[in-house]
């Protein structure tokens, strides 16, 4: 009887001991994985396709963002997590605890990189800004429509594709289009949400100043509803040179030519009723929103503005020929003396 009283209280003391230390380890465990990192700088690191947990904590540790690799795959491995941690890039703050830097892991919360493609540039012009992107990969794919791609700010996380963000931008002009498309107002002439992203290249175009867009948007629903031609000097450069700059044989910018203004394209307004055949650049948001819901103007006219002798990027409205012949003078007269001066540094 004694003897199996020893032996009880023997194997109580034994699994009290083992108990206390089995607590006070995982008291240590918690501390070690939630206590404040190595790191004296902040730090991205990457997760490359395919990396393991094993590899990545192994890295970590020699590169002193966090102390232990065997402690963040035992805690990876406590928790089921060891296959979860995500391919991209990763900000880690000085003093990021092992547990904090395997959530950020797990949570794919990576750096986001942004291009921004403004409003009314061609397709062209923003394949190549995106081609340039040093955080895109991959290759361009073949060439969209003339304004089937959104202008807009994206984020997105390095490694992305220069083919799925092109896709992105379509689907998102894609959207726009499916939203707006049923606002529109009644009477409009045109028929196809196409047509509207044409005259929405165009207003996009001819406005340098967003709060004109509406305005320059009513005066083309105007001119289409009276019969009239656009006549807009976007669509000459585009039937000229797909939207480029113009150039002289010096390589200095030069004003479309009579020969320019007077030549039958697909684009060119001036030789062509109605609307052209694709649109000229990529429009956004509110110039598609506001060809398809215009305000009602009386002006018929409009030319770049020339004020104290300089070109302002504002533009003079009017009702009457005559008052656009005036406007046009000045225009003209502004714009020579521009290129003189240019010509003249340039020499």
Request: charged letters at 25%.
């Amino acid at each position: 009887m004694r003897f199996l009283r020893a032996l009880f209280v023997w194997i109580f003391m034994l699994a009290l001991l083992a108990g206390v230390s089995l607590g006070a380890g995982w008291v240590w465990f918690n501390n070690a994985i939630n206590s404040p990192g190595p790191l004296a700088e902040e730090r991205v690191i990457e997760v490359a396709p395919g990396e393991t947990l094993t590899a990545v904590a192994a890295r970590l540790e020699a590169e002193g963002v966090i102390s232990d690799a065997r402690l963040m795959r035992m805690k990876a491995r406590l928790d089921k997590t060891e296959l979860a941690i995500k391919t991209g890039e990763y900000l880690i703050e000085p003093g990021t605890s092992l547990n904090k830097v395997l959530s950020i892991l797990i949570e794919g919360r990576s750096v986001l990189y942004s291009i921004t493609l403004r409003e009314g540039l061609t397709t062209a012009q923003m394949l190549r800004l995106i081609e340039k992107h040093d955080h895109l990969a991959g290759d361009l794919p073949e060439e969209p429509p003339e304004g089937s791609m959104l202008p807009d700010t994206y984020m997105f996380h390095k490694g992305m594709t220069r083919a799925e963000l092109v896709r992105k931008m379509q689907d998102a002009q894609a959207k726009v289009i499916e939203e707006l498309w049923p606002t529109r107002q009644e009477g409009l002439p045109f028929d196809t949400p196409e047509e509207a992203v044409i005259l929405a290249s165009i207003v996009e175009k001819e406005t340098g100043k967003p709060s004109e867009r509406d305005e320059v948007a009513g005066l083309f629903i105007g001119r289409l509803k009276k019969g009239m031609r656009l006549e807009s000097d976007p669509t000459i450069i585009y039937g000229v040179s797909r939207g480029e700059p113009l150039y002289n044989a010096k390589g200095q910018r030069r004003p479309i030519l009579l020969s320019e203004k007077n030549r039958v394209t697909d684009w060119n307004t001036y030789q062509m009723d109605g609307l052209p055949k694709t649109p000229i650049a990529s429009p956004g948001r509110e110039a598609i929103a506001a060809v398809l819901n215009p305000p009602k103007t009386d002006y018929v006219f409009f030319v770049a503005e020339c004020k104290d002798g300089k070109i302002t990027g504002d533009h003079v409205f009017s009702q009457t020929y005559a008052q656009h012949q005036r406007a046009v003078a000045d225009y003209r007269a502004c714009a020579n003396r521009e290129i003189a001066r240019e010509r003249a540094g340039s020499n």
